[in-house]
């Protein structure tokens, strides 16, 4: 079974609670069917809803020996304002579930930014999150299939995509790279402890070559990435097949 987060359901002509009833119970049922197959997935919907969760991530990344930026979650401005001395004020946030916000006119990107640390009003709403900014050479997206993991290095020109290099992808440039020996097998535990067979987890490097883990989506778009020098499509259908032969 490959899932990767697809689209919810839709119903046209019916009223917004009926839509809503119509959706739980969609969900629900058609929900149920999938994930009680007696089948392998990738991934299974629980096992991937309950990897999405951050502050899970990187404790499950540190215990398994991955290096993490210090981090909070927080609703409190004077935490925040606390912190970002504990860092030095390099700090940035990022947020904790889709980094996009639909509006009347159209959407927001919640990518990472430097906080307002004198205009942190609203951070009492809802929760937040705010790390440590590290200083990097570059930045590496390493997607894992199976029991392999492909990485890409990414370089940032600009500003921009130093903060966030989905700011600025025109001032990117990507290169295939092997994966630490130490990484792959730290990124093993990771999978084995999540119970995932797909992930991409976004590390930085520092200039001193230590890898830092930033997050892992469960799942982490792949196709921008996919080449010869790094078939993670192929890898996918390899592992796919193999399980089909079971």
């Known amino acids: 079974m490959y899932w990767n987060r697809p689209n919810g359901f839709r119903f046209s002509g019916l009223s917004a609670a009926d839509e809503h009833y119509a959706r739980g119970a969609a969900r629900i049922g058609f929900g149920g069917v999938i994930t009680s197959l007696d089948a392998p997935y990738l991934n299974h919907p629980a ?19 991955l290096s993490v930026p210090r981090t909070l979650v927080t609703t409190d401005a004077g935490a925040v304002r606390r912190f970002s001395r504990m860092v030095n004020g390099q700090v940035v946030t ?14 927001e990107a919640l990518y990472t930014r430097e906080p307002d640390l004198d205009a942190l009003q609203g951070v009492e709403l809802t929760a937040h999150l705010f790390q440590e900014r590290v200083e990097k050479d570059f ?17 940032a020109e600009s500003d921009q995509a130093r903060i966030d290099w989905r700011l600025d992808y025109d001032a990117i440039k990507l290169t295939p790279m ?3 020996k130490a990484v792959l097998q730290s990124l093993q535990r990771y999978a084995a402890v999540m119970d995932l067979a797909y992930f991409a987890a976004d590390f930085i490097v520092r200039p001193s070559g230590q890898w830092m883990f930033l997050e892992a989506n469960p799942s982490g778009q792949w196709a921008w990435a996919d080449s010869v020098d790094l078939p993670v499509a192929k890898a996918i259908a390899t592992v796919l097949e193999g399980w089909c032969s079971l």
């Not at 590496?140 to 990485?151: I, K």
């Open 47 to 65: 096992k991937a809803s309950a990897a999405e969760f951050k502050p899970r991530q990187l404790q499950v990344a540190r215990a398994a020996g």
């Open 94 to 107: 990022k947020a904790l579930g889709a980094p996009v916000v639909t509006h009347a006119g159209g959407y």
């Open 139 to 155: 930045e590496v997206r390493a997607v894992f299939v199976g029991d392999e993991c492909f990485c890409v290095r990414i370089d």
């Open 178 to 180: 092997e994966t630490p």
